[in-house]
C-alpha cells in the first residue's frame, strides 16, 4: 500500500512535535510504500535538514509557510497573464463565501458550513486553474470582503468590534493558512498517485488531504495528539480579541469539514475525543489510539536497576507557564516543613526563547525567596532543596536517569495535552501526583495521585503522602508500568494503524497503475502480494480446478491479514 504522510512542522524534519512518532510508525510498517508531504515552519527548521529516512520512504515534497508567497517551493506558478477582470470577480465570490462563514455565529450553523466547503473548495479549482492565491488573499479586495462579512447580519459578536489593523491582521494569518491550496500536490504524480493519505495533525496538515479527496478520489486517515483547533486558540492568545475570534472561527470551520470528509479521525486520548466531538465530529468515526513511545531506554530504572533518593521529588519537562512551576515551588515549600529532608529536582529540556528564559530566571528567584537559609550554595543537587538541570547536564545525562533520581514524579501542569513525562515516568515504575488536567486521569488510570490544578495545598499533601509511604509507591510505581507497556508503546500504536489502513483500504478499492479503466477496482495500487518474494504457486496442482485461484490466493477484492501474509512469506522462502 502506498500512504501519503502529511505533516506539518514535524517529520522529516530533525524538529518538531511529530517527528518520534511519525518515524516509528513509518519504519514500523516497512511493508507499506510511504510518499511524505511536509509543510515547515521555519527556516532554521529546514536548514536544521531532515532525519535519515527508512528505504520504504519514496519520495518527500515540501513546502515552507513561514517564507513569502513568492518565494515557497512546492506552489503553482501563476499564469502568464495573471488573474484578469473575471478570475478576480470569482475570488471575490468565493472568498465572500469563506470569510461570511468564518464570521458566522454558532458552531453548528449548517449554512455557514456549506459556505465554508464552497469558498474552499472554490479557491482551491481557481488556484489549480490560474495559479497561487497569495496575492489575491493580501490584496485590498481580501480586507474589505472581510470588512464586509464582519458587520454582515448573523456574524459573531467578537468580531464585530474588529478595526481595519484587525482585518490587516488576520489577512495574513488567513493567507499562510490557505498556502496548500495553491500547493502542486493534487496531480497523478503527487497524492494523486497514494492509496491513502494519512494528516498527522488536523489543521493546515489536513488541507492537502481534503484536496486529495476532492480532485483524486484518495481516502483519508486523521491523526490528532493534540486538538489543533485547541493549540491554535492557545498559541494566539497574544493577539486581540477580534482577531482571535476570527481566527478560531476558520479554525473551528476547518476543523467541522476535516471531519466531515475523513473516512476516521484516531484522536490520541479521551480527551481529544471530546474536543473533536464538540466541533462536529461524528462518533462513528472515532476512534481511540494511544501515541506510540519508546519503552526500551527505561528499561533498567523500570526493572529496579536504579532505586532512586527515596526523598528525592522529580519533575521533568519543558519550562513554560503552562506546567506551573510556580505553583510546585509553593507547594514543596510545605514538602519541607512537613518532611526536611526532601528534596527537589527540576530537569528540562534545554531552555529556547525570551519568554521560557524569563520563566526560568522567575523561578529561580522564587525558589531563592522560598529557601533564604539554603539558597547561598550553587543550584546543585547538595547544596540546595531545589536544584534546576538540564537533560544532557553532569547531574541528569540521560532522560532516564532524570527519572531514576527519585522515588516520586510530580506533574504540576494547568494546561496539558497528553502527558508524555507521565507515560516516561510510568515506564519508569515510578509513583507520581499529577494536576487533573488534560489526559492525565485517563493516561494514570488509577495508579497514581492526582489532585485539583493551581492548588499547591494539596499537591503538597499528595507528595508527603508517598513519601511516607515507601510500601505505597512500589505498589502504584509496579501498576504504573504495567499499565504503560499495555497501551503505550511503539508496538500497540504501530499495531493498531497497521489494522486501520488495512480497514479502510478495504472499503475504499483503487484502480492499479496503468490498468484498463474498464478494470474492476483493487484494494490497493499496490497489492501485498507484490511484497511477498518469490513466486506464488497452488500447493498441489490436482486440487485446483483449471482456471481457478487457489483458494489460499486472495481474489480481486480480498484483503489480506497480517497471519496470511506471514504464511505466504514461508511458502515463499521454503
Avoid at 526523598?311 to 506551573?324: N, S
Avoid at 501485498?528 to 496442482?541: F, K
Amino acid at each position: 500500500m502506498r500512504i501519503g504522510l502529511l505533516t506539518d512542522g514535524g517529520y522529516p524534519y530533525t524538529t518538531g512535535e511529530s517527528r518520534l512518532w511519525c518515524d516509528r510508525l513509518v519504519r514500523g510498517l516497512a511493508r507499506h510504500e510511504f510518499d511524505i508531504f511536509a509543510l515547515s515552519r521555519s527556516r532554521e527548521q529546514e536548514e536544521r535538514g531532515l532525519v535519515a529516512l527508512p528505504p520504504q520512504v519514496r519520495r518527500v515534497r515540501t513546502a515552507p509557510l513561514w517564507a513569502a508567497p513568492e518565494s515557497r517551493h512546492g506552489a503553482k506558478k501563476r499564469a502568464e497573464r495573471g488573474y484578469g477582470r473575471r478570475e478576480r470577480r470569482e475570488f471575490a465570490a468565493l472568498f465572500g463565501h469563506l470569510a461570511t462563514a468564518i464570521c458566522a455565529e454558532g458552531a453548528e450553523n449548517r449554512g455557514a458550513s456549506e459556505g465554508f466547503a464552497e469558498g474552499l473548495y472554490g479557491l482551491a479549482d481557481l488556484a489549480r486553474e490560474h495559479g497561487g492565491l497569495g496575492g489575491e488573499l493580501r490584496s485590498e479586495t481580501a480586507v474589505r470582503i472581510l470588512e464586509t462579512a464582519c458587520r454582515a447580519p448573523g456574524a459573531n459578536r467578537a468580531v464585530r468590534a474588529a478595526r481595519v489593523p484587525d482585518h490587516l491582521a488576520f489577512a495574513s494569518l488567513l493567507e499562510r493558512a490557505l498556502r496548500p491550496l495553491s500547493l502542486d500536490w493534487y496531480g497523478d504524480d503527487a497524492l494523486g498517485a497514494v492509496d491513502l493519505s494519512h494528516a498527522t495533525s488536523g489543521g493546515r496538515a489536513a488541507l492537502p488531504g481534503l484536496l486529495a479527496k476532492r480532485f483524486c478520489g484518495v481516502p483519508l486517515l486523521v491523526t490528532e495528539y493534540g486538538v489543533h483547533l485547541r493549540t491554535q486558540y492557545l498559541d494566539n492568545a497574544q493577539l486581540s480579541a477580534p482577531v482571535r475570534a476570527l481566527g478560531s472561527g476558520f479554525q473551528l470551520r476547518l476543523a467541522a469539514e476535516v471531519y466531515a470528509r475523513a473516512e476516521l479521525v484516531t484522536p490520541g486520548n479521551t480527551h481529544a475525543r471530546r474536543w473533536q466531538e464538540r466541533c462536529g465530529a461524528d462518533r462513528a468515526k472515532l476512534r481511540t489510539v494511544y501515541p506510540g513511545m519508546a519503552a526500551d531506554r527505561f528499561h533498567a530504572v523500570g526493572e529496579g536497576a536504579y532505586g532512586g533518593d527515596p526523598h528525592t521529588l522529580v519533575w521533568v519537562g519543558r519550562i513554560e507557564p503552562a506546567k506551573d512551576l510556580i505553583a510546585l515551588l509553593h507547594a514543596f515549600a510545605e514538602v519541607r516543613r512537613a518532611e526536611p529532608e526532601a528534596r527537589l529536582r527540576l530537569i528540562s529540556a534545554p531552555v529556547r526563547g525570551v519568554e521560557a528564559h524569563g520563566y526560568l530566571a522567575h523561578c529561580r528567584a522564587l525558589a531563592a525567596q522560598l529557601f533564604p537559609d539554603e539558597a547561598a550554595g550553587a543550584h546543585a543537587v547538595g547544596d540546595n532543596p531545589v536544584s534546576f538541570e538540564e537533560i544532557g547536564g553532569p547531574e541528569a545525562p540521560d532522560l532516564a536517569d532524570a527519572y531514576a533520581a527519585g522515588s516520586v514524579v510530580v506533574l504540576s501542569s494547568v494546561v496539558e495535552g497528553f502527558p508524555i513525562s507521565l507515560v516516561e515516568a510510568m515506564f519508569c515504575g515510578r509513583a507520581t501526583v499529577s494536576t487533573d488536567t488534560g489526559a492525565v486521569v485517563e493516561v494514570i488510570g488509577g495508579t497514581g495521585l492526582v489532585v485539583p490544578p493551581r492548588n499547591p495545598r494539596a499537591l503538597a499533601d499528595a507528595c508527603v503522602a508517598l513519601l511516607r509511604d515507601p510500601e505505597r509507591r512500589s505498589r502504584l510505581g509496579a501498576a504504573a508500568r504495567a499499565r504503560a507497556l499495555e497501551l503505550f508503546t511503539v508496538e500497540q500504536n504501530v499495531t493498531a494503524f497497521r489494522g486501520i489502513y488495512l480497514e479502510l483500504m478495504s472499503h475504499n478499492p483503487v484502480h492499479r497503475e496503468n490498468a484498463d479503466r474498464a478494470a474492476a477496482p483493487q484494494p490497493f495500487a499496490h497489492p501485498a502480494e507484490s511484497h511477498v518474494p518469490g513466486r506464488w504457486a497452488a500447493p498441489t496442482a490436482a486440487r485446483v480446478p483449471a482456471g481457478a485461484a487457489p483458494s489460499w490466493v486472495p481474489g480481486p477484492l480480498a484483503v489480506l491479514t497480517r497471519d496470511q501474509l506471514d504464511i505466504a512469506e514461508e511458502g515463499a522462502g521454503a
